[in-house]
C-alpha cells in the first residue's frame, strides 16, 4: 500500500526523505534527545524492532564511526543494513538473543537501550493499548539482560488507563521515568515514549525473558507517582497542527529553509 496524500504534506516526512532518513520517526528520537540528553556519554546502544531502521541511523550517526560507537540493531524481520550497525535478525523474548547482544559487546553491556515497535494496530484502542504494553514489557525484559547499571531505556508506548500500572513496573528498575511526546509524534495519535534513566535493578532479583517485571504496590509509590504519571511535550507546541504551506520553528532541523506552498489553500466557499 503506498503512501496516503496525508503522508505527504507531513513536514517530517518530507524532511525525512531530504535528509535520508528510512522513516519520519528519525527525528522522534532526535528531539527526544534534544529534551534528555540521551545520547551523552553513550558508546554502546541496542535498538530493538529497529525496522525499518530510522533510529539505527541516528544511533550510528551520533555515537561516531565504527570502532568508537557501537549500535546493534534488533528485529525478527530483515532490513536493509545500515553503516556501522550490526544487525541480528531475532525474537526480543529469546535468551539467545541478549546473549547474542552480549557477545557482540564483548561481554560488555549496552549503555542505552531504545525500542520504536508497534504492534500492528486493530483499531480497537483497548487491543491496541495491551498489544503495545506488551511489548513494552518484553523489551524491558531483555533491556535488564544487556543494560548496565546506570543506564537508559527508551520505548513507545500507548497511553490509557493502564498507564499507572507500567510506570509502576518500570519504577522498579528505573528512578527515573518520565512519559514524553516529541513534537514529530502526531497529535491525533495515542503514542508516547517512556524515558527511563539510572538504570538500578532490585538486589537479588532474578529474571527471565518468560515472567514479566513486577511491579510496585500502590503503598510503596510516594507523592504524585500516586496519582499522575509525569508527562512532558519535548518542545515548543506551536508545531503543532501546522498545514504543509505554514513556518515553523523545526528546532534540531534549523537549517531546514521554508518554501510557500505552490498551491495556496482555498477559503471555503461561503454558504449561501
Keep these: 500500500m503506498g503512501r496516503t496524500t496525508k503522508d505527504k504534506r507531513d513536514i517530517y516526512y518530507r524532511l525525512a526523505k531530504e535528509k535520508g532518513w528510512r522513516a519520519r520517526s528519525a527525528f522522534k528520537l532526535l528531539q527526544l534527545d534534544e529534551e534528555f540528553q540521551l545520547f551523552q ?23 561516531g564511526a565504527p570502532g568508537v560507537g557501537h549500535v546493534v540493531a534488533v528485529d525478527v524481520q530483515a532490513m536493509a543494513p545500515v553503516p556501522g ?6 525474537d526480543i523474548t529469546q535468551m539467545a538473543t541478549a546473549q547474542e547482544i552480549i557477545q557482540h559487546f564483548q561481554g560488555c553491556p ?52 493502564d498507564a499507572t500500572l ?6 522498579v528498575f528505573f528512578p527515573s521515568v518520565v512519559w514524553a511526546k ?13 524515558v527511563c534513566k539510572h538504570y538500578e535493578p532490585p538486589p537479588g532479583l532474578l529474571l527471565d525473558l518468560t515472567t514479566p517485571p513486577p511491579c510496585l504496590s500502590s503503598s510503596q509509590l510516594s507523592g504524585p507517582s500516586r496519582i499522575l504519571v509525569p508527562f ?13 504551506g505554514d513556518p515553523q520553528d523545526l528546532g534540531a532541523c534549523s537549517e531546514h529553509e ?10 471555503p466557499r461561503a454558504a449561501r
Aim: net charge neutral; hydrophobic share 40%.
Design 258 to 267: 521554508h518554501s510557500s506552498a505552490t498551491q495556496q489553500l482555498c477559503s
Design 41 to 63: 556519554g553513550v558508546s554502546r546502544a541496542v535498538d530493538l524492532c529497529a525496522a525499518p531502521g530510522s533510529w539505527s541511523q541516528v544511533l550510528s550517526r551520533k555515537l
Design 85 to 90: 550497525v550490526l544487525q541480528i535478525q531475532g
Design 182 to 194: 516529541p513534537r514529530s509524534s502526531r497529535p491525533s495519535s495515542i503514542e508516547a515514549f517512556v
Design 110 to 161: 549496552a549503555d542505552l537501550v531504545v525500542c520504536d515497535g508497534a504492534p500492528d494496530v486493530t483499531g480497537l484502542r483497548d487491543v491496541d493499548e495491551f498489544l503495545q504494553a506488551q511489548l513494552l514489557l518484553a523489551a524491558l525484559s531483555i533491556a535488564t539482560h544487556v543494560l548496565k547499571p546506570g543506564g537508559c531505556f527508551v520505548a513507545k508506548v500507548f497511553r490509557g488507563r
Design 166 to 171: 507500567l510506570h509502576s513496573q518500570l519504577r
Design 232 to 244: 512532558v511535550t519535548c518542545g515548543d507546541l506551536s508545531p503543532y497542527d501546522l498545514g504543509p
